[in-house]
């Protein structure tokens, strides 16, 4: 049995649906690993990172389009104080 179902590959989905570690993440903001934890525990408005397993070890990712809507917002409160 064959899937007729067209592939996706990560390169193609779009922005909203893709997700980045939380290295990346530190790298794209320029932020250190501990700043992000401050903004996950100071912000309510920050993304919640997902985690596809229980382990504390587990890989954090951040869903981009949830990311770039955040600093949207933030760009946007800069610029109406």
């Given at each position: 049995?064959?899937?007729?179902?067209?592939?996706?590959?990560i390169?193609?989905?779009?922005?909203?649906?893709k997700l980045?570690?939380k290295?990346?993440?530190?790298?794209?903001?320029?932020?250190?690993?501990s700043?992000?934890?401050?903004?996950?525990?100071?912000?309510?408005?920050?993304?919640?990172?997902?985690?596809?397993?229980?382990s504390?070890?587990?890989?954090?990712?951040?869903?981009?389009g949830?990311?770039?809507?955040w600093?949207?917002?933030?760009?946007?409160e800069?610029?109406?104080?």
């Amino acid at each position: 049995m064959t899937n007729n179902t067209p592939h996706q590959s990560i390169e193609t989905l779009p922005q909203d649906q893709k997700l980045i570690t939380k290295p990346n993440l530190c790298r794209a903001l320029d932020m250190t690993r501990s700043g992000i934890d401050k903004l996950l525990k100071n912000d309510p408005s920050f993304p919640r990172p997902l985690k596809f397993s229980d382990s504390q070890q587990a890989t954090c990712y951040f869903p981009v389009g949830e990311v770039n809507a955040w600093l949207e917002a933030k760009l946007a409160e800069r610029g109406a104080a």
